[in-house]
């Protein structure tokens, strides 16, 4: 059992029928609201969703538990946990959702792309020190496309805050480089997201000018929140 699961002492009980509820569910609106967006209007035939909430805390403070490990070993193996999370999340949705646009399934095919990437590339800088993959149950987010497009958003932006929330804790020059390379690819993947599910792209900077950090806490208490993790 991973490093996550034992800290947040996760409740699986139920978990792979709350993961099988649809975007609207109380779990699954619940993590969109924790994850800063609304339930969003109809348009299209597609969820139109909201800008993001206000982070709370500035970016250099709420270093992730220590059972992920001392310094910038527990930061890497706090990024790989929520990057295991997202490229699972885009390899199970090629197979699970019927696009029914092009445009979508090739960004998703290139999302996954880039996700299964940082994995392989945290996995190696952190060598027998990388925290072990989380079994995942993502329900309906990796079978309906209404609800993988509005998941998605939502675990894109997340993933910004975090890299973000974590940047000025990072001691190695190197290893600062190496996440703020993958902080703007996951910037990029959250705007192309948010302009597909939000044509007047205003979800493109949901926080304006401005992005807004999350501390370790508050990113870990969203994933909690989602029960896709259930082993």
Do not use: C, W
């Not at 890497?76 to 090629?94: K, R």
């Not at 990029?188 to 999350?214: C, L, M, Q, W």
């Amino acid at each position: 059992m991973s490093d996550l699961l034992d800290l947040e002492k996760i409740d699986t009980d139920g978990a792979v029928r709350e993961a099988a509820q649809a975007v609207s569910g109380d779990t699954r609106l619940g993590f969109l609201r924790k994850a800063g967006l609304g339930a969003g209007a109809v348009m299209g035939g597609g969820a139109i969703l909201s800008a993001l909430a206000p982070g709370a805390l500035a970016a250099g403070s709420g270093r992730p538990p220590a059972s992920f490990g001392k310094g910038d070993v527990g930061i890497f193996n706090y990024a790989l946990t929520l990057e295991y999370l997202e490229a699972t999340f885009y390899a199970e949705a090629l197979k699970g959702v019927s696009f029914n646009d092009p445009h979508l399934k090739a960004l998703a095919t290139k999302i996954a792309s880039d996700e299964a990437t940082h994995v392989a590339f945290l996995k190696k800088a952190l060598g027998s020190h990388a925290v072990k993959k989380p079994k995942f149950d993502f329900g309906a987010a990796v079978t309906n496309q209404s609800t993988f497009t509005a998941t998605s958003q939502a675990l894109e932006n997340t993933g910004v805050a975090a890299y973000f929330g974590q940047g000025f804790n990072i001691s190695s020059k190197a290893y600062l480089a190496d996440a703020i390379s993958i902080l703007t690819v996951e910037a990029r993947h959250a705007g192309a997201i948010g302009f597909y599910n939000d044509p007047t792209a205003k979800a493109v900077s949901p926080e304006g000018a401005f992005d807004k950090p999350k501390t370790a806490s508050q990113v870990l208490s969203i994933v909690k929140s989602t029960h896709f993790i259930v082993g």
